[in-house]
């Protein structure tokens, strides 16, 4: 029987998808003013769908943190986990609205509500790893307090 299954493994690939799909929609709300700027978008599914697929080419010869993913990042955390690099590889421009007079696409109200998504996909995310860490602390503890 494992104790650590997928599951929890998924949740923080998830919670890792989700800062840096944060960090993208803030960068956004942040150049909402910057002449000629374009938005950033990221897709979650595919995200994920190559945080599984990196978390996959980790699990095969990870013996020194020195050495190279097959994305080219160092496995010493420099650059966050490999769910988190497979993201930010994924970060593309995004579909703005048409340019204003300084050409910025930004959408500023478009940008906040999927702040507001995230941030509540963040926190079911987490609350769920939350829970399946209790499961496991009260099987540890031999279901006593």
Same mark, same amino acid.
């Given at each position: 029987m494992k104790i650590f299954d997928t599951t929890l493994t998924r949740l923080q690939e998830s919670l890792d998808v989700r800062l840096v799909e944060h960090n993208v929609l803030a960068g956004n709300v942040a150049n909402s003013d910057t002449p000629?700027? @374009?938005?950033?978008? /990221? =897709?979650?599914?595919? %995200?994920?769908?190559?945080? @599984? &697929?990196?978390a996959g080419?980790?699990? /095969? %010869?990870?013996?020194?943190?020195?050495? +190279?993913?097959?994305?080219?990042? /160092? &496995? =010493?955390?420099?650059?966050?986990?490999?769910? +988190?690099v497979a993201a930010n590889s994924l970060v593309r421009d995004g579909a703005g609205t048409s340019p204003g007079i300084d050409g910025n696409?930004?959408? /500023? =109200? @478009?940008?906040?509500?999927?702040?507001a998504e995230n941030s509540l996909q963040y926190g079911a995310s987490a609350r769920a790893a939350g829970k399946k860490l209790a499961i496991l602390r009260y099987v540890v503890s031999d279901g006593g307090s």
């Open positions: 000629g700027y @374009r938005p950033k978008e /990221l =897709d979650f599914a595919q %995200a994920m769908a190559a945080a @599984r &697929r990196a080419a980790d699990a /095969l %010869a990870a013996t020194n943190a020195g050495h +190279m993913g097959q994305d080219g990042a /160092l &496995r =010493d955390g420099s650059q966050g986990s490999s769910a +988190m696409q930004v959408d /500023l =109200d @478009r940008a906040m509500a999927g702040l």
